[in-house]
């Protein structure tokens, strides 16, 4: 089983930048992808970024392509998301998730593994 821990998030004025990060736990296969999401109020959990262990691959959603970057330490279990320029529409609660494999999916249901969330609120 796979344990998810994000921390960071917060809250930040439109145009500024915030961290957060997601330590994994558990029996794992040694090749994976792991990948946050994000769930705004009243809106369905959409795909932000993800990234694969062996090799090294990222994939960004469109709406933050450019603002946001993913990255990960293999040797601590742990992948980040730094969010810069972030926009009043980055609000969201922010999951991590995990999937074996090398193949970074959009789709949440490929992703069977969880962290419970952190909140990101960005005002105007």
């Known amino acids: 089983q796979v344990q998810l821990v994000e921390s960071g998030g917060g809250s930040v004025q439109a145009g500024g930048s915030l961290r957060v990060s997601c330590a994994g736990s558990?029996?794992?296969?040694?090749?994976?992808?792991m990948a946050w999401f994000r769930q705004a109020p009243g809106k369905e959990r959409e795909f932000v970024a993800g990234?694969?262990?062996?090799?090294?691959?990222?994939s960004y959603s469109d709406s933050v392509k450019g603002r946001f970057t993913i990255s990960r330490d293999n040797a601590k279990n742990t992948v980040s998301l730094q969010m810069n320029s972030l926009k009043p529409e980055d609000t969201a609660v922010y999951y991590c998730?995990?999937?074996?494999?090398?193949?970074?999916?959009?789709?949440?249901?490929?992703?069977?593994?969880w962290g419970q969330g952190t909140q990101v609120t960005v005002s105007s």
């Open positions: 558990g029996r794992t296969s040694p090749v994976y992808v």
């Open positions: 990234i694969s262990r062996t090799p090294i691959r990222t």
């Open positions: 998730a995990h999937r074996d494999g090398t193949l970074i999916v959009a789709d949440e249901n490929e992703y069977p593994h």
